[in-house]
Every structure is written in C-alpha cells, then in structure tokens.
C-alpha cells in the first residue's frame, strides 16, 4: 500500500491561478478545463448568446458581474496525470479566501494582464508565493489584444520583484498581431488530435533542451469554444509566412539565451526563476502547452510540516486539512461542504477520522469530488487530491482531521479587518433564519461576526478585509435564507485584540467600540485610524492592544 500511496501522490498536480482582478483567471481556468477534456465547450466570464458562463463561477452574484468572488476546485486528467486545479477571486476583498486556497497547493500559475503587466493584487500574491515557497509558472495573457513589449514585461517582472522569468515560450508577433509561439524548450507528449505536425517533435516527461528552430503557428476554433488549432511550422516555412515578425523573435530568444534566461528545473523549485508563457485564455492560445507544462515540471505532493514543524510522510496514515468551508452551491443541495487537502496516506470514504482541535471522531460517509459546483461521489483520494466533506458541521477552517498518527497542521492566515458594517434585519419574524444565516457565513470565513453591548445580540456587526464581502453577505442572506438584510457602515478603520479587562477598561471611551468575537471568544476594539490608538494608550496605561496580523490566530 505505501508504495501505491507514493506512485499515486506522483502522479497529482496541484496547483492555484492567482492575479489581480480581470487578467482572466477563470477564462484560463475554463480553457485547462477544456485542453483536459473535463468539458466539451468552453465558457466565457459574461456568457454570450449561446455561450455559457464559466464553470468555477458557480455563484449567481459571480455570473451576473463576471467575476469569482469564492474559489472553485475542478479535478480532471490529463495525460498520466490527475490535475486538481483551484480558481482563486481576485478582487483584493477576497484577500483572505485567496491565501487560504494558497496553503493547499504546491505551485502556482501567475496570470499578467499584457497590456497591464504587474499589478498590485499580483504583486502581493508574488509575495505570498515567495513566503510559502510556492513555484510559480506565469502566463502572460490577452497577447492577442494591444500589449506592452516582450522583453519590457520580463524586465518588469524581475526589477520589480526579483524573481527571474524564462520564458518558454516566445511570441511571434507583438501584442494584438499573435502570430503564434517559438517554444524555447521541448514540452512533454501532446494528445491534441486536431494538432497538425509539420516538423519532428521530441517528446518526454519533462523539458529537455530547446527546441527544433520553427515556430507554433495558432488558428482559432469556430465560435472560440473549443481548443485552437496549434500548427507546427519548420524554420524555413516560418521565415516564410511571417518573415520579419518571426526574425525579432527568434533574435529576442537568442537574446534571453544570452543573458541566462533559459528555463532551469531546480531554480524554478526553490522559487528564483519563473517558466513564463505567453497566449490568450479566451481564444485558447498556449493554453495547452500552459497544461503540458504544469505536468511536465510541476512538483507532486510532499511531505508537509506539521504545527511542531516535523514533516508527516506521504505514505502515513491519511490526514488532511480545511481549507475552505462553503454552503449552499448548489439549489438542489442546502448543505455545507468542507474543502479538505490530502496530505497524506489514502482516504476512503466511510473511514472514521479523527479532528485535531478537540479530539473528536467523525464518520466521511458522504465525501464528493467537486467541479465547480457538480459533485460525484468519491470513494478514495491520495495526496494533492481536494475532497469535499458534505455536512460536516464540527469542522472550521484551518481544522486538522486524521487516521493513525496523530497530526495537527499549522493554523491558516486569518486576516485583520479594515470595513466595519452593522447589519440590520428588516423582518423580524425571520430572526431564526437570520441568526442561522449569519452563523453559517461566520463558520465559512466570509466575514467575522461580532457583537456589542451597545447594539444587543439582533444588531451583529461584520468585520470585513473589503466591502464586496458586505455585499456578498447580504446577497447570500436573501437568496439562501430568505432573509433581506442591510449593512450601516461604520467610521471604523482597523481593529486591535484587547483582554476581558481591557474591554471592559473601554467600554465607554470615545470613538472605539468594544466587540465580542463568539467563534473564539476574543475581544476586538474597533478604531478609527492608527492615531486613536496612541490616544488609548496614553489615556488607559498598560492596556492591551495587539494587532490582527495574517498567518496568526487573529
């Protein structure tokens, strides 16, 4: 078995898309989707004519504003392997959702916007990446649109924030004239049947060098929604269809060459170099050499730290973690699904498991695979793999639940709020649903619930990272729960831990408000800015006041 438990985690891939808001995270994830045969057709973000939305976007709110506000996991294969990809929201409001999906995987893909080049939403994650050691593969998108040039983006990329980017694959025409690609290595097998072959391939399990000269020339499919056609071209029929654009772009390859940026196995694992591709998600462009090469360098699962910092084995006992917590997806299923990451040994449905944080022992009788919001029924996972666990109400995000050994994994980024709302209840013969609803969006990380003697139990105050989450929350609240809901903003800024004798010390200073946080039990004054907080600390000496910081309890 422990053998199995190994060649099984070798054969995953788990990994995030990442980027600031609009680069096109879901239309990519839409497009893997596709290049893996998950789906028949692809989606776009804002469904058009016969067009449907995308499949990660499951959220009746995401759909109708093209955007992904919660993450979405979709698992399929491709080729030998199992591809077990996480979409992330982007919009910075989502921060938290985001960084928490980033402790389930074990590499990323970067999206840039072309014309854009680096935000700072992609900033920031680069950083998170970096924290966590998280290999990153970066993928520069809408090449098919106006762009910055080539080699400016690379630069960009390594001045500013110090990772070096080996390009593999080069384009062949500047933005908005996409010609196609010179891929700069050789990608493992291809098993698109439309592909026509026009030079001799190399194939292999991962890059081995760089590539017969010739270039990949792309054809859209009709009507965008299947995977483009990719035509080989040898060096001979490239100079000659696309002479001077396929010149600057063979010198710009040597070019990168020359100055080292060639693509390197080991400093891509340790997080110093970026294999970048260049393509366009939404007619398909590059999307499947994008797939080829997730399989090819990726890394499988390994061996995780647990709290103490001591690694568990991949072919010990099955344990896993709560990344996520999400109710109600789909209509048909008012439930709620804990997203668990495999981390080690095999899980089998039905297995009795034990959670860390209490001691507990459960039953995982009802464990599905998630797409988006589909489910099937899943008998076994193996490490890498995301198992969602259909009502299992005890567990919280960042729980540890496990069979043998016992383990308890490090405790998930918990964030400190900046938008601060009281939310008013309109019909009080609904207060049992709004007290449920309230609890279940709680439970689920989407905001933090608090609760002042100034305003009673029936006026709860959310605690937020960004004021979408507002929005999210009252839109969930009428279409699960029937219950309509407003938000009150309040002239809050930022929020610090007390003790029970320091909430008591404030419960009647000027500006601040005192919080009680029921699902720890903590207590949190409210502030208006950075300076009121040198004032309390004047006026009520030796009071507590800790930050919130990312990555703690707070």
């Known amino acids: 078995m422990s053998s199995h438990i190994s060649a099984e985690a070798a054969r995953r891939r788990t990994f995030a898309v990442i980027s600031h808001p609009d680069a096109g995270k879901s239309t990519i994830t839409e497009a893997l989707a596709l290049h893996g045969r998950a789906i028949s057709a692809a989606g776009a973000v804002h469904g058009k004519g016969d067009r449907k939305g995308v499949v990660s976007d499951w959220m009746s709110m995401e759909q109708d504003r093209g955007i992904s506000i919660t993450s979405a996991a979709l698992q399929f294969e491709y080729r030998d392997c199992v591809v077990n990809l996480l979409d992330t929201p982007g919009h910075a409001d989502f921060s938290e959702d985001t960084y928490r999906v980033l ?18 939403q992609t900033l920031k994650l680069f950083e998170v990446c970096r924290a966590r050691r998280i290999p990153v593969i970066t993928f520069v998108n809408k090449w098919d649109r106006p762009a910055k040039d080539a080699l400016e983006l690379i630069e960009e990329i390594e001045t500013r924030i110090g990772i070096k980017p080996t390009p593999v694959t080069w384009p062949v025409g500047v933005g908005g004239e996409f010609r ?19 030079g001799e391939r190399r194939d292999g399990r991962r890059p081995v060098g760089p590539q017969v000269p010739g270039m990949v020339r792309y054809e859209r499919s009709p009507g965008g929604q299947q995977s483009a056609i990719a035509e080989v071209l ?61 399989v090819d360098i990726a890394p499988s699962p390994f061996s995780r730290d647990d709290a103490k910092g001591e690694p568990r084995d991949l072919e010990d006992g099955f344990s896993g973690f709560v990344f996520k917590s999400q109710a109600n997806m789909n209509a048909s299923h008012r439930d709620q699904l804990a ?31 998630l797409f988006g919001s589909a489910r099937d029924t899943v008998d076994e996972a193996w490490p890498g793999d995301i198992v969602g666990l259909v009502n299992a109400t005890g567990l919280s995000v960042g729980d540890t639940i496990y069979q043998g050994k016992a383990v308890e994994y490090p405790p998930l980024p918990a964030f400190a709020p900046e938008h601060f709302g009281a939310l008013q209840m309109h019909d009080t013969s609904k207060a049992k649903r709004f007290r449920r609803g309230i609890a279940q969006l709680d439970a689920e990380g989407v905001v933090q619930v608090l609760y002042s003697e100034r305003r009673g139990e ?29 938000i009150d903003h309040l002239p809050y800024q930022l929020a610090r831990l007390t003790d029970a004798e320091g909430a008591a010390r404030l419960r009647t200073a000027p500006g601040v408000e005192v919080f009680s946080r029921p699902r720890d039990g903590a207590f949190l004054v409210a502030l208006p800015n950075k ?12 009071i507590k006041l800790e930050p919130l910081l990312a990555g703690g309890q707070g």
């Open 103 to 120: 402790t389930a995987v074990d590499a990323a893909v970067m999206l840039l916007d072309a014309a854009k080049g680096l935000e700072p």
């Open 180 to 198: 196609g690609v010179i891929e700069r290595i050789a990608f493992g097998e291809r098993s698109e049947p439309d592909r026509k072959h026009s």
């Open 234 to 294: 040898g060096e001979d029929e490239s100079l000659a269809r696309f002479g001077e654009d396929y010149e600057r772009a063979r010198e710009e390859s040597e070019l990168l060459s020359a100055v080292d940026a060639d693509f390197d196995q080991k400093t891509f694992e340790s997080g110093q170099t970026t294999p970048t591709l260049f393509g366009a998600a939404l007619v398909h462009f590059g999307v499947g050499q994008l797939l080829d090469l997730l």
């Open 339 to 369: 997203f668990i990451r495999v981390c080690s040994g095999r899980f089998e449905r039905g297995m009795q498991v034990t959670q860390a944080q209490g001691g507990r022992t459960m039953s995982t009788k009802y464990a599905q695979t």
């Open 458 to 486: 029936a006026t709860p105050v959310l605690a937020a990272v960004g004021p979408l989450q507002f929005e999210v929350t009252t839109a969930r609240l009428q279409a699960e729960f029937d219950v309509p809901a407003t």
């Open 531 to 542: 300076y009121r907080i040198q004032t309390i600390e004047n006026d009520y000496p030796g």
